[in-house]
């Protein structure tokens, strides 16, 4: 267990509509970063948040938006959901100052 | 922005063998390098890691060695067991943001 935590675990919906993805770091980590996997693309970075503000930007679409609360949770908003849009979403937190990074168990994201 | 490539795509070994997957890195900024293993539809899980600092690292039958210059690293698993079956990521990352550049992914297949 890495000590993050993510909910849902899994997600089934319809294309159009509009979905949120929970993160809560581990104790102590001030970044938050979220990544999509799908089987043709591999993982790519998609935002990063440090202590309540955005970091870096990755390939993430203007319908995917993102935040992180005071309590440093965080939470991914997907919308106007297209088939392509299934996948696994992770997320993963560090400390401010270190690259390592601990991953949740993800959200399997299936839209249909 | 960063570039990572890693082959084999797949690799088969016996029981007892070694493996070997390599990556190369396109940002010389570039400053950390950690391994990630990834079974099926689990999150991904930090084996070694590696900074620029070092040439090589070694953790039991795990070892991560990087030749800066020629901007390659590589993993090395010896005395393979069925149980090293799985994906295996490679990742660069420097900068101020540490967001993680993945390469596509390794499928390791540990005959018995």
């Known amino acids: 267990d890495s000590g993050v935590t993510q909910t849902p675990k899994h997600l089934i919906t319809a294309t159009g509509q509009r979905v949120t993805l929970r993160c809560s770091p581990r104790s102590g980590d001030l970044s938050v970063y979220w990544y999509q996997q799908s089987l043709d693309q591999g993982l790519q970075f998609l935002i990063q948040y440090y202590n309540g503000e955005e970091r870096a930007k990755g390939n993430i679409l203007e319908r995917f938006s993102a935040q992180q609360f005071p309590d440093l949770h965080s939470e991914l908003n997907l919308s106007s959901l297209e088939l392509g849009d299934s996948a696994l979403y992770f997320c993963?937190?560090?400390?401010?100052?270190?690259?390592?990074?601990?991953f949740g168990p993800g959200t399997r994201l299936t839209v249909l | 922005g960063e570039n990572v490539e890693q082959h084999p795509s797949t690799l088969s070994v016996q029981e007892g063998d070694s493996a070997v997957i390599k990556c190369t890195y396109s940002d010389s900024a570039s400053n950390y390098f950690p391994w990630y293993k990834q079974e099926l539809g689990k999150r991904p899980q930090l084996i070694i890691d590696i900074r620029s600092n070092v040439g090589e690292k070694k953790d039991q039958r795990i070892a991560v060695t990087l030749n800066k210059t020629a901007k390659h690293f590589s993993l090395h698993i010896t005395e393979t067991q069925p149980e090293d079956s799985a994906v295996y990521f490679c990742a660069a990352s420097g900068g101020s943001n540490y967001k993680l550049t993945f390469g596509k992914g390794t499928l390791l297949t540990v005959n018995p």
């Open positions: 993963a937190s560090s400390v401010v100052s270190d690259n390592e990074q601990f």
